[in-house]
């Protein structure tokens, strides 16, 4: 059984802050030369969702966790090394990471537009989200990619998931109100804790 937590923030304005800037040369080779290629916001919401899941796992472990042990496989799920597994998301302006030392995991959050939109449409949008929040998490609790999209299966109720004759549990995170978030893990998932924090400056 998988006990999750999940940590959450409002993503900053603009280029990332010099706590999270410095995280940058402090993770992996491969991470880093890919993050540097990113533009100014997603090279912030990505090294935001990194001091997450440190901030997260630290709380788990009791003790901090330096970003050198982070370990981003080309192909399989993100994790520390020894453990645990962690996985981020981001919206255009919240932030997520969840860790569980118990399971692989995966979490997807989205955000939905509510410009102009009328009660009917706002909550088709929310269902749409339910539905592609529960097979990206699915994809990344497996290890695999959008590519192999068509082999996420849902059930009715989006509780479960089976990809590749595995089967993955699903739980709807609940944090801000425009996000529709959903977790997924190799294992049941017995307890989600859910804290919103502030990333620092």
């Keep these: 059984m998988a006990r999750v937590l999940v940590l959450h923030a409002r993503l900053p304005d603009g280029p990332a802050p010099p ?13 880093r030369l890919e993050l540097e290629r990113r533009d100014a916001a997603g090279q912030a919401a990505a090294l935001a969702g990194v001091w997450l ?16 042990s982070l370990r ?21 302006t919240r ?18 537009a509510m410009d102009g939109g009328d009660a009917v449409t706002v909550l088709a949008e929310r269902r749409r989200l339910e539905r592609w929040t529960a097979t990206e998490a699915t994809l990344k609790a497996a290890g695999r990619g959008l590519r192999d999209l068509r082999l996420v299966a849902l059930d009715e109720s989006r509780a479960m998931a089976t990809l590749a004759g595995e089967v993955y549990r699903l739980a709807a995170v609940t944090m801000a109100e425009r996000v529709v978030a959903c977790l997924a893990s190799s294992a049941r998932i017995e307890a989600v804790e859910v804290a919103e924090t502030i990333l620092p400056a």
């Design 19 to 31: 706590v999270l800037a410095a995280l940058l040369v402090r993770l992996p080779y491969a991470k």
């Design 95 to 112: 932030v997520a990471a969840a860790v569980s030392e118990d399971a692989g995991i995966g979490l997807d959050l989205e955000e939905v």
């Design 72 to 92: 981003f496989p080309g192909s399989g799920r993100p994790h520390l090394a020894g453990g645990p597994s962690f996985s981020i998301s981001h919206g255009v």
């Design 53 to 68: 899941a440190l901030e997260a796992a630290a709380r788990l472990r009791g003790c901090a966790v330096p970003a050198g």
